[in-house]
């Protein structure tokens, strides 16, 4: 796997995610996961690859949680805004 080739997929993967392009962001991860794993079973990974698959790991899990954390909060208040209207009618 080329390392030109594996930033850059890197860094589409990160501009998917951060424009909350979940869809998209999984195709190009399930793209990568495959080129990752071809050079493990033909011997050409290398601990940076490694370690910066580890770390793209981390970093979209990171995404995901806040962006799940913030659907939440808003999901939550537009509950809280129907009660309270419900209320006060």
Same mark, same amino acid.
């Given at each position: 796997?080329?390392?030109?080739?594996?930033?850059?997929?890197?860094?589409?993967?990160?501009?998917?995610?951060?424009?909350?392009?979940?869809?998209?962001?999984? %195709?190009?991860?399930?793209?990568?996961?495959?080129?990752?794993?071809?050079?493990?079973?033909?011997?050409?990974?290398?601990?940076?690859?490694?370690?910066?698959? %580890?770390?793209?790991?981390?970093?979209? %899990?990171?995404?995901?949680?806040?962006?799940?954390? &913030?659907? !939440?909060?808003?999901?939550?208040?537009? &509950?809280?805004?129907?009660?309270?209207?419900? !209320?006060?009618?």
């Amino acid at each position: 796997m080329n390392d030109a080739l594996n930033k850059d997929a890197r860094e589409s993967i990160r501009q998917a995610m951060a424009s909350e392009e979940f869809a998209r962001a999984q %195709r190009l991860w399930d793209t990568y996961a495959e080129q990752v794993r071809a050079a493990i079973l033909d011997g050409s990974a290398t601990e940076g690859m490694m370690a910066e698959m %580890r770390e793209l790991v981390g970093w979209s %899990r990171m995404v995901v949680q806040s962006f799940r954390a &913030h659907a !939440g909060d808003q999901v939550n208040r537009a &509950h809280v805004a129907r009660v309270y209207d419900c !209320g006060n009618s």
